[in-house]
């Protein structure tokens, strides 16, 4: 099993596919990973050779932000906005969508967290 950045790659997937369950990399940020480390995206994650797995290890220690990294850093651009009570800081302590979305009738998931206001 290849562990990189603290993730337990999947054996029997496509390595694409097997970079996008760390936290940080999607579809196309793996793509570019594995074109850059002249990596064939199709070939599975238990067939690479240790060389292989050792720079894909590098490259994203040294390039990306992933994993508690950067979820720590989201959680102080939150905060950020919390403290400084701009419109989107206030939209996350009331549980509501930021994004100028409809709230009438849709984002009932997004509501249904929502501290219950009195009126």
């Known amino acids: 099993m290849v562990r990189i950045a603290g993730v337990d790659l999947p054996d029997n997937k496509a390595i694409k596919i097997s970079l996008t369950y760390i936290y940080g990399i999607g ?17 599975k994650t238990k067939l690479l050779a240790d060389t292989d797995i050792s720079k894909l290890r590098d490259l994203i220690e040294r390039n990306y932000t992933t994993e ?18 701009c419109y989107r800081g206030r939209r996350h302590i009331q549980s509501l969508p930021l994004r100028g979305q409809r709230t009438r009738t849709n984002a009932q998931t997004r509501k249904r967290t929502a501290p219950k206001s009195k009126r």
Do not use: C, G, Q
Request: net charge neutral; glycine share 0%; aromatic share 0%.
């Open 27 to 43: 579809h196309t940020r793996a793509n570019e990973i594995l074109s850059t480390t002249n990596i064939d995206p199709e070939t």
């Open 68 to 85: 508690s990294d950067l979820k720590r850093l989201v959680a102080l651009n939150i905060k950020r906005l919390i403290e400084i009570n």
